[in-house]
Each structure stands twice: as structure tokens, then as C-alpha cells.
Nanobody, 126 residues
């Protein structure tokens, strides 16, 4: 059973950069598609970014495209989300997800993922 633990979330100022991490235990992330989703208070969970299991393709949500970047280090069993030019509307709990059977066309679908972390809070203050 893969366990995912997010870290790095904090309170930052508008326009700042922040990198959050997702570390896996109990299994390898190699061969899994990985994704970040976020959920703000009173809103639905939104897709942020994903990287396919071959480490070849990346997709991003429209609101973060050009500002956020997802990457993975299979040797460290860790996935990262680099967030630049942060805005107050980026404030949310950020969740990491892993899935072994996620096809490329389904990377944005939260139902395609098997394992989830508990989330890390990112707050952007104006």
C-alpha cells in the first residue's frame, strides 16, 4: 500500500514562489502517473498538474499554466510542484495523487488515481 505525504505548504506573499513535495513510502512511484489537485474552502477539488508514468508528458490546469511546474525524482520517490507568481486565488489545500493505470487522456480526472495524501495548506496573502 503506497502512502503519500505532502510537505512544504506555508503562508507566503503574493508574487512569491514556493515548492511543495510529495514523498511516497510502501512502494515506488516509478511507473505511476502523479498529479496535484487542490481544494479551496467551499469549492470542489480542482486539477492542478500531472505527469505521466513514463515521465514524458505533463499537463496543467488553465489557471496555473505558465506559473506552476510538476517534476518527479524516482530515485527519491518524490514528486514536486514548483509554484511561481503566486496569487491569492492559489490558496488551497494541495493534494498529491498516484495511479498505476492512468492513461494520458485521463490525467486530469481525480477518479483515475488510486492513492492520495492528506494534503498541505498553501496560503497566499495579499
Amino acid at each position: 500500500q503506497v502512502q503519500l505525504v505532502e510537505s512544504g505548504g506555508e503562508l507566503v506573499q503574493i508574487g512569491s514562489s514556493l515548492r511543495i513535495s510529495c514523498a511516497a513510502s510502501g512502494g515506488t512511484l516509478s511507473g505511476s502517473a502523479m498529479a496535484w489537485f487542490r481544494q479551496a474552502p467551499g469549492k470542489e477539488r480542482d486539477f492542478v498538474a500531472a505527469i505521466d508514468r513514463n515521465n514524458a508528458g505533463r499537463v496543467y490546469g488553465d489557471s496555473v499554466k505558465g506559473r506552476f511546474s510538476i517534476s518527479r525524482d524516482n530515485g527519491k520517490n518524490t514528486v514536486y510542484l514548483q509554484m511561481d507568481s503566486l496569487k491569492p486565488e492559489d490558496t488551497a489545500i494541495y493534494y498529491c495523487a498516484a495511479g498505476r493505470r492512468v492513461i494520458t487522456s485521463n490525467l486530469r480526472n481525480h477518479r483515475a488515481y488510486d492513492f492520495w495524501g492528506q494534503g498541505t495548506q498553501v496560503t497566499v496573502s495579499s
